[in-house]
């Protein structure tokens, strides 16, 4: 999620010229981005943060892909699936770093949000969906229940852009919680993924085998995890204290 945003009421004096210089740092990057000064002009308008930011896209985009190559390969070789689980965690990493750089150098930028919000979506929304397909859950019922999943995250994250203004700040200007759970906890469902692979429960032998099996309705009831974990994420009621 990001961490690059908002302002604060009752902010001190120290706190508004930090505030004041953020948005200064907006200012210019808007003025980089809608200037026509030539090819790759854009990466001048990039922030510290907005690279690490990118590196967390990378994990997520090269898990996926070390997923497709477990697919072509042979089902008895893991190396690339453990590659394809490895990488997400290093995308929480850089997704951690990404605020803390922002915060110690002061600046951030809308740009830096939507980066974020994207970047959280390969790595923690579209990769572990494809994880869960390259370990056995393949069935159509299977890919609609996956792409609901990815959908929730999607979802969560625009509102998260949309609304993190309004939410109650503490003293620093960060919002005080996460309404439904942050997109990230999605590695929770990743570590168990990496149990069942390290078990040996991959395509034939996943947990809970398959329900109406023959069927046009054929599915792995192990799928619901997914399901259920989307749900969360696009809750309203649950508040997440921020960290």
């Known amino acids: ?67 497709l190559r477990y697919c072509l390969g042979d089902p008895t070789a893991y190396g690339n699936l453990w590659v394809a689980l490895t990488f997400m965690p290093f995308g929480l990493f850089f997704d951690f ?5 922002a915060r110690w150098r002061k600046k951030s930028s809308l740009m830096g949000q939507e980066l974020d919000s994207l970047a959280d979506l390969i790595s923690f929304g579209m990769a572990p969906a494809a994880a869960a397909f ?23 994250l625009a509102r998260f852009n949309v609304t993190v203004s309004a939410l109650p700040k503490d003293a620093t200007g960060k919002s005080k919680y996460f309404e ?10 990743v570590a168990l993924m990496a149990y069942w692979v390290s078990n040996d429960w991959v395509l034939n032998n996943v947990p809970l085998g398959t329900a109406l099996a023959g069927t046009p309705l054929e599915f792995h009831p192990i799928v619901g995890i997914f399901v259920v974990h989307g749900c969360l994420m696009v809750s309203k009621s649950i508040h997440i204290p921020k960290p």
């Not at 770093?97 to 750089?101: C, P, R, T």
């Not at 439904?180 to 469902?189: D, E, V």
């Open 1 to 67: 999620m990001s961490r690059r945003t908002s302002t604060a009421t009752g902010a001190t004096e120290k706190d508004q010229q930090v505030m004041s210089a953020k948005d200064d740092s907006m200012d210019k990057q808007v003025r980089l981005l809608a200037a026509d000064s030539g090819h790759f002009s854009m990466i001048r308008a990039l922030h510290l943060a907005d690279l690490i930011t990118e590196l967390n896209g990378f994990c997520g985009i090269m898990s996926i892909f070390s997923s």
């Open 97 to 101: 770093m990404d605020g803390k750089v």
């Open 134 to 156: 390259a370990i056995g859950l393949r069935t159509p019922v299977d890919h609609f229940l996956l792409t609901f999943f990815v959908l929730c995250g999607l979802t969560r």
């Open 180 to 189: 439904g759970t942050p997109i990230p906890t999605t590695l929770g469902i």
